[in-house]
């Protein structure tokens, strides 16, 4: 068999395991404001995971999409880092909070121009707007075979057999290639890099393709902003926290005394 | 007029909880704008369940039914979902955000060129434009955020437990028959076959014991689990739970994960043990009517969301309540 190309789809955003201290709306101007690094958003390093283990079992190619007004390739090239072969950046000020439907849009158009693909991977969904949409409209799109919340990859001979998560169990499914699947935590954690291999990919001399929305061609009508009619602060989940004092022998006692009163 | 369309499913030979949520829901909606709502059931027999459904005041009852539905296989219940939905026309559509609407939701919204707003906790309708204003929670639950979208049909899926679920009444809808034009050859994604594991129940849980990435190692659920044992002494439905990190480290099956992308809880007593507390995780449990956190870092989210707190290494602290447990009963 040929080489099998694989696209990841990663999208970049600040950190959402933020503490809630650093975390803040503004209500005017419809943002949420995460003071804290941007990210790889967690289910798509899954997706990048689950890319390299198939890259380890046969012979593939590795390319990574990421989206946004502005990409930071200093967050993006850990994924190759971590195995990814080529990433190529999508930037553009028009695709600043793009809807759904336009961030597949514009996507699409990216990967139909590359060279041919195989096997599309995106997370289940992006730890910013929680929306879980991209992955499906993009396989519609492109009128590929859609499987969704994978656990596990594999290929064979030209198809891909995918263990999908259940509310009880999981189904085995398989489609012929090219098709898209979107990837859940069950995957598996993206391998560890180890610092000496992260600073010599950030601090390398490859430079990062970067492709514009006259690049991809994708009309202005195709690209429309998210609907946003209001944004606000959620209601306060805090508590008055009760500390349990003492050596542990106290604690614990403390402790099961309050299960006493519990029950 | 079909104003507002409910996509119902049949869970255990009756209607799903989740489709009783949505169909008052859809009373609501329907009731405020003055038209009317229905409800589709798909399948490959769905008669009793229609029947069920009509008592529940719909001005119809939308019964899709055919042999190659039995199961659900996204391709075939998407292309009949499809000509359904071009065949009557609905203004709003909702689903729950469930696997069967997370999966369907945007596929049906990128054939239908309009716009989808997933896991919405609230719906009205604004009085200016007649759109529908779907609320969402937003990162993670740090934001809530209202969505208005142009396009029709007006899209968007349900978290589950956040309506009341409607009783039936005196009201019979109509039963109407819908029939698709499907077959094998829209299969693009075989089945091989369906494996059912053993599967906690984590939603009827009176305790639930949560262990996370603190924890270091699989075999601290070991410890997690007698804990649980000492207090089913005490306590009915005592079950594990688990962060995602947990889950993707395999210590433990998805099935124990608690929050935004595993199950939403609120029991009695829910103990965090080596959990930080990101806000992925609170939207998950923060409705416990007793918390308590276990965790080494006393700057730890958990703590500020929690009733009781130890600030300790679990190792040390699970034993010696183990061991106060077991005294006290
Ligand atoms: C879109 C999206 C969806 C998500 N969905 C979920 C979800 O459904 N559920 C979920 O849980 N997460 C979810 N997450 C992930 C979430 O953001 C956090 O990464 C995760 O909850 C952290 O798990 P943790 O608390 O176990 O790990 P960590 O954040 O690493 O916390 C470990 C804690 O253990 C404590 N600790 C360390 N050693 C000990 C010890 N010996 N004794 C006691 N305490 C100790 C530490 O102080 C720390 O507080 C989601 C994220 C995203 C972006
Ligand atoms: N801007 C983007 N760049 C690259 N991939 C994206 C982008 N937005 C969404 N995706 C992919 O689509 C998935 C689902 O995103 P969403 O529908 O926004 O929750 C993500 O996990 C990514 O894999």
């Known amino acids: 068999m040929t080489e099998l190309k694989i696209i990841v789809c990663a999208k970049q955003i600040p950190d959402p395991e933020a503490p809630l201290s650093d975390v803040s709306v503004d209500t005017v101007k419809l943002e949420v404001l995460v003071d804290a690094p941007q990210v790889i958003s967690p289910f798509d390093e899954n997706a990048l995971e689950a890319a390299v283990r198939i890259k380890e079992e046969t012979e593939a190619k590795i390319t990574v999409l990421s989206l946004g007004r502005k990409v930071s390739d200093t967050v993006l090239r850990k994924t190759l880092a971590a195995g990814a072969d080529e990433l190529i950046l999508l930037e553009d000020e028009a695709f600043e909070k793009l809807d759904s439907y336009s961030t597949a849009a514009a996507l699409a158009a990216a990967i139909r121009k590359l060279d041919g693909y195989d096997l599309i991977l995106t997370g289940r969904q992006a730890g910013d707007w929680d929306s879980g949409q991209v992955g499906l409209i993009l396989g519609e799109m492109l009128e590929l075979p859609c499987i969704s919340l994978a656990r596990e990859i594999r290929i064979e001979e030209g198809s891909v057999v995918v263990k999908k998560s259940l509310p009880d169990g999981y189904e085995r499914v398989k489609a012929r290639m090219p098709a898209l699947v979107t990837v859940s935590n069950e995957v598996g954690e993206l391998r560890y890099i180890s610092r000496t291999k992260m600073l010599k990919m950030i601090q390398g001399a490859r430079s990062i393709p970067s492709w514009d929305a006259g690049d991809l061609r994708v009309p202005q009508e195709f690209l429309n902003k998210m609907a946003i009619a209001a944004l606000s602060s959620p209601p306060d989940m805090g508590r008055d926290c009760q500390l349990m004092e003492g050596s542990i022998e106290e604690k614990a006692e403390k402790l099961a005394a309050v299960f006493k009163a519990l029950r | ?329």
């Open chain 2, 1 to 329: 007029m079909n104003d507002v369309l409910i996509l119902g499913k049949v869970k255990e030979e009756a209607l799903d909880p989740r489709t009783l949520e949505l169909l008052s829901a859809g009373k609501r909606l329907a009731g405020g704008k003055g038209g009317g709502f229905s409800l589709l059931l798909m399948g490959d027999e769905v008669s009793a369940q229609a029947d069920e459904a009509a008592s529940h005041g719909p001005d119809k009852v939308y019964k899709l039914e055919h042999s190659l539905l039995r199961g659900f296989k996204p391709d075939l219940w998407l292309a009949a979902l499809e000509q359904a939905c071009r065949q009557i026309n609905p203004r709003i559509l909702l689903m729950s955000h469930d696997f069967v609407g997370m999966e369907l939701g945007p596929r049906l919204a990128c054939r239908l060129h309009t716009r989808l707003t997933t896991d919405c906790i609230a719906l009205s309708i604004d009085s200016e434009s007649g759109l529908l204003l779907r609320t969402k929670p937003v990162s993670g639950g740090n934001a809530i955020s209202v969505f208005k979208c142009p396009g029709e049909p007006q899209m968007a899926t349900v978290r589950a437990k956040v309506f009341d679920p409607s009783e039936p009444g005196a009201a019979k809808g109509e039963i109407v028959e819908i029939r698709p034009k499907i077959d094998e050859s829209m299969i693009k994604v075989e089945s091989l076959e369906v494996v059912r594991e053993d599967v906690v129940a984590l939603d009827k849980a009176e305790v639930v014991v949560a262990g996370g990435a603190g924890l270091g190692e699989a075999d601290g659920f070991e410890l997690l689990e007698e804990l649980a044992e000492a207090l089913r002494k005490s306590f009915s439905n005592v079950m594990i739970g688990c962060s995602r990190v947990a889950v993707d480290k395999g210590w433990i099956s998805s099935d124990h994960q608690v929050g935004l992308t595993g199950t939403m809880i609120s029991p009695d007593i829910y103990i965090a043990v080596g959990i930080s507390g990101a806000i992925q995780h609170l939207v998950g449990m923060t409705h416990s009517k007793k918390i308590i956190a276990i965790n080494t870092d006393p700057a730890c989210n958990m703590f500020k969301v929690a009733d009781y707190g130890i600030i300790e290494d679990y190792e040390e602290i699970i034993p010696a309540l183990i061991e106060k447990l077991e005294e006290v009963s």
